[in-house]
Nanobody, 125 residues
Framework: QVQLVESGGGLVQAGGSLRLSCVASGTIFGINGMGWYRQAPGKQRELVAFTSSGDDSNYADSVKGRFTISRDSAKNTVYLQMNSLTPEDTAIYYC???????????????????WGQGTLVTVSS
């Protein structure tokens, strides 16, 4: 079907920057939208940023002006540039995609929501 693999997490000091990447792969598939969610310890998973196939993007209020989402459709990749990081940004970041796939070239087009395995971002004070 469709798989997502994230990279780019790590440990950074407050005020620093990180760039997350997420690559989608599959056999016969396409991506309608991709984005990032995060889940901090003891908290619910929340939307960070999402971009649709029309390049419209939306952000959580807490990251506006600091984070930028971008997408390379040719590479089925979405990026999250995170600047001015604070300890409150510490979380596991999950890539999410609204995708479609076919099991064969003439097969039924099916839609699905896909999640990556997550990448840990830790911001030290």
């Amino acid at each position: 079907q469709v798989q997502l693999v994230e990279s780019g997490g790590g440990l950074v000091q407050a005020g620093g920057s990180l760039r997350l990447s997420c690559v989608a792969s599959g056999t016969i598939f396409g991506i309608n939208g991709m984005g990032w969610y995060r889940q901090a310890p003891g908290k619910q998973r929340e939307l960070v940023a999402f971009t649709s196939s029309g390049d419209d993007s939306n952000y959580a209020d807490s990251v506006k002006g600091r984070f930028t989402i971008s997408r390379d459709s040719a590479k089925n990749t979405v990026y999250l540039q995170m600047n001015s990081l604070t300890p409150e940004d510490t979380a596991i970041y999950y890539c999410n995609a609204a995708a479609w796939y076919r099991n064969s070239p003439m097969g039924l087009k099916r839609t699905l929501e896909v999640w990556g395995q997550g990448t840990l971002v830790t911001v030290s004070s």
